[in-house]
């Protein structure tokens, strides 16, 4: 009797053992999850201010052959506070009045000095 007596408590030690292990299991999942969703948002956030970029182009042609568009730097956007734009601005076609317009979004973590380039957008735009 007293055999099964504990037979049982090592049959409950591994039934609790191996809950535990598929809770952690479980746990680091959504840990994994979390992060792959948070850099998806950097990453959508930033192609949505690349976009907004060649649309700031696009909007003020004349500006191209000036070279009005220059870097905004980090707390400079508005509402993106941790984001860099980077515009670079060449010559396509001379006869034609083209050019190519790359707009480069970077990303820095707030308190951090590393950057990481998160978006490049590059079109051909006609200036006056």
């Known amino acids: ?15 609790v053992a191996v ?11 959504f840990a994994s999850r979390y992060g792959f969703d948070r850099n ?7 192609l949505y201010l690349a976009e907004q ?9 004349a500006g191209i052959s000036q070279g009005v568009f220059t ?3 980090y707390q400079s956007i ?18 034609m009045n083209l050019y190519t ?10 308190g951090s000095s590393q950057e990481r380039k998160m978006a490049s957008l590059t079109t051909i735009v006609r200036g006056e």
């Not at 060649?54 to 042609?61: M, R």
């Open 78 to 95: 508005p509402l993106y506070p941790d984001y860099k734009r980077e515009y670079s601005i060449g010559v396509y076609d001379a006869t």
């Open 40 to 46: 998806n948002s950097i990453r959508t956030d930033a």
């Open 19 to 29: 809950l535990g292990i598929l809770v952690i299991f479980i746990l680091s999942l």
């Open 71 to 73: 870097t905004e730097n």
């Open 101 to 110: 317009v790359t707009v480069t979004v970077s990303w820095r973590k707030p």
């Open 53 to 61: 970029g060649i649309e700031n182009v696009k909007s003020n042609p």
């Open 1 to 15: 009797m007293r055999r099964q007596k504990g037979q049982y408590m090592i049959e409950a030690l591994i039934g």
